[in-house]
């Protein structure tokens, strides 16, 4: 017969060659009738190795054995399981065998087992300094995956919250239920408040001798959380006072009184000239 051992699956002759070593053959009429060999396909049974992966890591690269393969055929395995998403959790590892071969073969396919682990996943309060009525700094992920929506709000301290250093605590947001798939360490942190600068500049204004003083104003740069802040303005100068320069004062006021220990304020004096005036 032309097949071989390698030879694939199908039907082939079987053909009888006669052996007649004394020379006989020619006292016959011979009729030669082939046989069929017919090659049926070798069971072939491939297991998948069962795997894990911590969620938000790639796939390993996934394995498995052959029992029955012969003659050292190669043949290709390619797998289907979770993707870098998927969530904590057991999902199949499905084999898929293919290659020149494969049709030689009654395949029996098992499939693994990919287990997805917790992924560790550290929050750190905010530590340093910032001023009164300022965000807070964030807090510091380390180890979060695809970029989930995972945040930390502050229970303290808030834009309102006095000068002092606070221990920070933060307490996660997850919207999107990600949180499940993370061994979470909480880190607190320590962050002071500093005072808040506050400046309170008086204008400059002139008028011309004898008349009334202008309305003195001023600037105040620095006021937090629309908190009530005001400032008036005063001056030695009357409408009486010569020709000259006179201070115009700020003096700040602050409701209620104990806003004032939020803030390290500074002011700055204005001017007021008084002109001489055309007489003839």
């Keep these: 017969s032309p097949a071989t051992v390698t030879t694939d699956v199908g039907t082939y002759p079987i053909i009888p060659t006669l052996v007649d070593p004394t020379l006989k053959l020619g006292n016959y009429a011979v009729t030669s009738i082939n046989g069929v060999l017919t090659i049926n396909p070798a069971p072939l049974t491939f297991t998948t190795a069962n795997a894990s992966r911590v969620y938000g890591n790639p796939n390993p690269a996934f394995t498995g054995t052959f029992v029955g393969l012969k003659n050292g055929d190669v043949l290709t395995v390619t797998f289907i399981s979770a993707d870098i998403t998927s969530p904590v959790g057991?999902?199949?590892?499905?084999?898929?065998?293919?290659?020149?071969?494969?049709?030689?073969?009654?395949?029996?396919?098992?499939?693994?087992?990919?287990?997805?682990?917790?992924?560790?996943?550290?929050?750190?309060?905010?530590?340093?300094?910032?001023?009164?009525?300022?965000?807070?700094?964030?807090?510091?992920?380390?180890?979060?995956?695809?970029?989930?929506?995972?945040?930390?709000?502050?229970?303290?301290?808030?834009?309102?919250?006095?000068?002092?250093?606070?221990?920070?605590?933060?307490?996660?947001?997850?919207?999107?239920?990600?949180?499940?798939?993370?061994?979470?360490?909480?880190?607190?942190?320590?962050?002071?408040?500093?005072?808040?600068?506050?400046?309170?500049?008086?204008?400059?204004f002139s008028r011309p001798f004898g008349s009334a003083n202008p309305t003195l104003?001023?600037?105040?740069?620095?006021?937090?959380?629309?908190?009530?802040?005001?400032?008036?303005y005063s001056t030695t100068a009357t409408q009486a006072s010569n020709v000259g320069t006179f201070a115009s004062t700020p003096t700040?006021?602050?409701?209620?009184?104990?806003?004032?220990?939020?803030?390290?304020l500074t002011t700055a004096a204005g001017t007021l000239t008084i002109t001489a005036v055309p007489l003839s």
């Design 90 to 204: 057991t999902y199949p590892i499905v084999p898929a065998v293919s290659g020149a071969k494969a049709i030689d073969y009654t395949i029996t396919l098992k499939n693994g087992t990919l287990t997805i682990t917790r992924a560790p996943l550290t929050v750190t309060g905010p530590s340093g300094s910032r001023l009164y009525g300022d965000p807070n700094p964030p807090s510091t992920f380390t180890g979060l995956k695809n970029n989930d929506n995972i945040t930390a709000t502050l229970a303290t301290p808030t834009a309102t919250s006095v000068p002092a250093t606070y221990v920070t605590v933060p307490v996660l947001v997850d919207p999107t239920n990600k949180l499940g798939n993370y061994t979470v360490t909480i880190r607190n942190g320590s962050l002071t408040v500093n005072k808040a600068p506050l400046s309170v500049t008086a204008n400059s």
């Design 217 to 232: 104003t001023g600037v105040i740069t620095g006021i937090k959380n629309g908190e009530n802040i005001t400032a008036t």
């Design 252 to 264: 700040v006021s602050f409701s209620p009184a104990g806003l004032s220990g939020n803030y390290n």
